[in-house]
């Protein structure tokens, strides 16, 4: 069981990589503390949720054609595994890119942007997805199963949560 953990934690990462150079619009859900993994996931029944993190120094990685990725400044770099209840998250933004998988559930992403307002995507079992920095998002857990989800989150400032709560966007 363990390889097969170390084996998506290492797809995310490497889906991760390969996505930053992407320049299409981007949606993810993302992690609300207050909603993970609740006293009623029995322990054998659902994996449970973990973050690792490191700081990493500034690097500059160029693959043409189709990937560019850098850092300029010493900031963390993170794999989590988010098992989170159904219900809506708060409205929030992170540092920097974040790339996830859902495993299991549906996750539905809001997110806003000047142009648009808010969208809303739904991602499923198997699907990828990722976000952008700094873009006021939130994630709905749809019922009637809990999510779980692998993340990989690029420039997080070191030691800092990995997201900020936002004030909630006018979607009308």
């Not at 150079?21 to 993970?36: H, I, Q, V, W, Y």
């Not at 933004?93 to 307002?117: D, L, N, W």
């Amino acid at each position: 069981m363990q390889g097969n953990t170390i084996l998506k934690v290492l797809a995310v990462a490497c889906a991760g990589t390969l996505l930053a150079a992407c320049n299409d619009e981007a949606t993810s859900p993302a992690p609300d503390a207050a909603r993970l993994a609740s006293a009623d996931v029995v322990a054998n029944q659902l994996p449970q949720p973990f973050a690792v993190r490191a700081p990493l120094g500034a690097f500059f990685i160029n693959q043409a054609p189709g990937m560019m990725i850098r850092s300029d400044a010493r900031a963390d770099f993170a794999v989590q595994r988010l098992v989170t209840n159904p219900g809506p998250g708060g409205w929030h933004t992170h540092a920097g890119p974040s790339f996830g998988i859902v495993e299991q559930g549906r996750v539905m992403i809001t997110r806003y942007t000047k142009k648009e307002g808010c969208v809303s995507t739904t991602y499923g079992p198997g699907e990828a997805y990722f976000e952008v920095a700094d873009e006021v998002h939130r994630a709905t857990v749809l019922e009637p199963d809990v999510a779980v989800e692998y993340k990989a989150r690029f420039y997080v400032p070191v030691g800092a949560a990995f997201g900020t709560p936002a004030a909630a966007p006018d979607c009308s």
